[in-house]
């Protein structure tokens, strides 16, 4: 089942590294939007599997044999008398409490708790955030503790930009550059966003790939957001030397603890974002609502599809398997008649 699962996630993943990489010319938005359907689709897989499974499955179950069911319908009433339609098999052996399929069942979801309350505890930390501050200027709060040391947006009926207590001292140039950033973050819904792909990572945990495809999506949402701060008409030399220079101060820091959902402007490597802030070429434009319904729906139409594989698969290999046991049946019947 983990193999399975692993092989599913791979492909629906590497479509979306092609079409992201196709889409290179594209906005950070588009992409952004192509990681997030394919997170999310990876949430409805073990769904859509479900639900294909019981649309597909149109064999007898496995205790009764094609030819019996075929012969029995074919026989008289002497014939369904002295043979029983269904065989009475032995019962099977009691499988080992700890065989190698559950074993993994068992690690696997083990992984599963272990990164829900990691990600509990963020949201807990998110929370506790909030509480120590002080409202500026609606949703603008500034941090009255020692953390957070950069501003985070979190929040979904109650949206927050939290600035870190060091901002008190920030010029007023900077403020206004981290607000706008921030604000972009509240007003795509980053927030959510982060938690999709978050969730996608407990599930998948053991698929590194899921975690490559959520770092991707966080390093777009960032894109998109410092493409609304150009585009509300800040000065990209500028953006890009303030943003530099909180790079290289937040880097001095120790190491900050997880904060789920929540977007930070400064990640660990912002060379890209600095060269693409920085580039004339670079499209910088939101999405639009018709591109935006159609890598949604296309993304998790593959999902679907992708979900269902293995179940039209084995259909088809059992309607092949069946299909010399009813031949031989039927020369049985003609050989019967001859004689």
């Not at 889409?23 to 859509?48: D, E, F, K």
């Not at 979904?156 to 600035?163: E, F, N, R, S």
């Amino acid at each position: 089942m983990i193999l399975e699962l692993a092989l599913k996630t791979g492909g629906v993943l590497v479509l979306a590294a092609v079409l992201a990489r196709l889409c290179y010319r594209a906005s950070a938005a588009v992409r952004h939007l192509i990681w997030l359907s394919a997170l999310a689709g990876l949430l409805i897989m073990p769904v859509a599997g479900r639900l294909a499974s019981w649309d597909l499955r149109v064999l007898p179950a496995d205790g009764v044999s094609v030819d019996r069911v075929v012969g029995g319908a074919g026989s008289g009433p002497a014939s369904r008398e002295s043979e029983p339609c269904c065989s009475l098999t032995k019962p099977s052996a009691v499988q080992p409490n700890w065989s190698p399929e559950d074993l993994l069942r068992r690690v696997w979801l083990l992984g599963v708790l272990v990164c829900l309350a990691r990600m509990g505890a963020g949201l807990w930390r998110v929370r506790r955030l909030a509480v120590d501050s002080v409202e500026l200027e609606p949703p603008v709060r500034r941090s009255l503790a020692a953390k957070p040391r950069t501003a985070i947006a979190f929040g979904i009926w109650k949206p927050v930009v939290l600035l870190p207590s060091e901002s008190i001292d920030w010029s007023a140039s900077r403020r206004q550059m981290v607000v706008l950033h921030e604000l972009a973050h509240l007003r795509r819904h980053d927030f959510v966003s982060n938690l999709i792909a978050e969730l996608a990572c407990a599930i998948y945990w053991f698929n590194p790939l899921v975690w490559l495809g959520a770092r991707a999506m966080r390093a777009e949402a960032e894109s998109a957001a410092d493409d609304s701060v150009l585009g509300n008409g800040i000065r990209a030399s500028d953006y890009a030397s303030e943003l530099l220079r909180m790079a290289a101060e937040i880097g001095k820091l120790p190491g900050r603890p997880a904060l789920s959902g929540a977007s930070s402007m400064i990640q660990n490597r912002i060379e890209s974002r600095l060269e693409r802030i920085l580039s004339s070429s670079a499209r910088r434009r939101g999405l639009t609502l018709l591109p935006t319904l159609g890598l949604c729906i296309g993304m998790l139409a593959f999902t679907a599809i992708v979900a269902g594989a293995r179940l039209a698969a084995q259909e088809s290999a059992s309607q092949t398997s069946a299909a010399p046991t009813l031949s031989g049946q039927g020369s049985a019947d003609r050989k019967g008649g001859v004689g």
